[in-house]
């Protein structure tokens, strides 16, 4: 399984918030700034009031955008460092002097995104706001000393060295960012090789304890499958929608602790041997729980709940409702589905009408109302998987 791009598209999304974060501290430093003025600290011109405040409504554009409305692309990141471009050009234009780092500012913060392309975009953004707001500056008489007050003086003294500076700040970016891109590429690359092996280890596992019970691999492949559906109609992400579909397939792995002579009883199981059986939740859970992995954790709640009904009276610990892992609550449907249109030794196969009907009637009782209403609605996809993994 490959997840380059959803990886990126969460490290993006990460940097639009890291972005909407640096422009409320900027917001702060600005309200700092006129409280300082407020009590004669500074003694700046009374225009730094409107100034600033324009600028702090500018800088709190990227929160509403990412943060309250979400909204996370490509066009809106553009968007947002030609809004901090044109912030710190307007900084300039009125306060000049007192704000001449905020110049550099907008192509600093491009950096966050570890994308070269937004660094040049930015650096190249900022040359011509900057030589305008130079000139506004120089328009409005905001800088009365030598030699900002000609228009030579601007461009030689004012302008060329900005955008030298400028430049240097971008170079130093560009390196940066060309690092973090190598390294956010290999880290990437690791990724997708430890998940592949993982999912190998997973399957190899879980297909050994089906063979003790004289069950073939296809039923943990249909049982991941199927989980693989319900948590796609949850919303899941892709990670995440494979992560619980992978640590499904662990969900019997506890079997491992039964004795085989009860797991392959072709008649009714005693009492006694009924209670063997209901331990291997527990035999589970107590070999995955003290795993690192993320996958082996909920692999642990799986095989450690995928019986547990929802009115409460499943094992080994009454639970119900919510109190169910979500992830257990899926693969519960799953399994149930598979093994009753599966032949076993000790019963012959359902029909999948059939066996619709069983799991709609146990909604609310076994079941999750909400999946097995997916479930319903999703039928399909379960048929095709019966028909991808055939015993």
């Not at 994308?115 to 953004?125: E, G, I, P, R």
């Not at 690192?292 to 799986?302: L, P, V």
Request: one cysteine or more; charged letters at 20%.
């Amino acid at each position: 399984m490959n997840f380059t791009k959803s990886l990126i598209a969460d490290f993006e999304n990460d940097a639009d918030r890291r972005m909407s974060s640096m422009c409320r501290i900027m917001i702060v430093l600005m309200a700092i700034v006129i409280l300082l003025n407020k009590i004669h600290v500074f003694n700046i011109s009374s225009m730094i009031y409107p100034t600033l405040l324009v600028a702090m409504a500018i800088l709190f554009i990227p929160t509403v955008l990412y943060d309250v409305l979400h909204i996370c692309s490509k066009t809106a990141h553009y968007f947002v460092l030609t809004l901090v471009v044109l912030m710190a050009g307007l900084l300039y234009s009125i306060l000049s002097y007192h704000v001449i780092i905020m110049l550099v500012f907008p192509v600093a913060v491009s950096c966050l995104y570890c994308d070269k392309k937004s660094v040049w975009y930015t650096t190249l953004l900022s040359m011509p706001v900057m030589a305008l707001s130079h000139l506004i500056a120089f328009w409005l008489r905001i800088v009365p000393d030598e030699p900002l007050v000609t228009l030579h003086g601007v461009f030689v003294y004012g302008v060329i060295p900005r955008c030298i500076e400028l430049l240097a700040i971008a170079a130093i970016c560009l390196s940066v960012t060309s690092k973090l891109q190598n390294l956010i590429k290999e880290l990437i690359e690791k990724n997708n090789e430890l998940y592949a092996d993982q999912e190998t280890l997973v399957r190899s596992l879980a297909e050994l304890v089906e063979a003790q019970s004289k069950e073939t691999g296809q039923h943990v492949k249909r049982v991941a499958a199927y989980t693989e559906i319900l948590c796609r109609a949850l919303g899941f992400s892709e990670e995440e929608t494979w992560k619980v579909s992978v640590a499904s397939m662990m969900h019997d792995v506890g079997k491992i602790g039964v004795p085989r002579e009860i797991l392959n009883k072709p008649s009714k199981l005693t009492e006694e041997e009924f209670e063997e059986v209901k331990k291997h939740v527990d035999y589970g859970y107590d070999l995955l729980r003290n795993s690192s992995g993320e996958i082996m954790k909920i692999a642990a709640r799986i095989a450690h709940e995928h019986h547990e009904r929802f009115d409460g009276s499943g094992y080994q610990n009454n639970m119900k409702a919510e109190e169910i892992s979500l992830y257990a609550r899926c693969v519960a449907i799953a399994d149930v589905f598979d093994a009753l249109v599966s032949h076993r030794c000790y019963k012959d196969a359902w029909d999948p009408e059939q066996v619709r009907a069983e799991i709609l009637s146990q909604a609310g009782s076994q079941f999750d109302p909400k999946l097995t209403e997916l479930f319903n609605s999703h039928f399909e996809e379960f048929l095709h998987v019966m028909e991808r993994f055939p015993d």
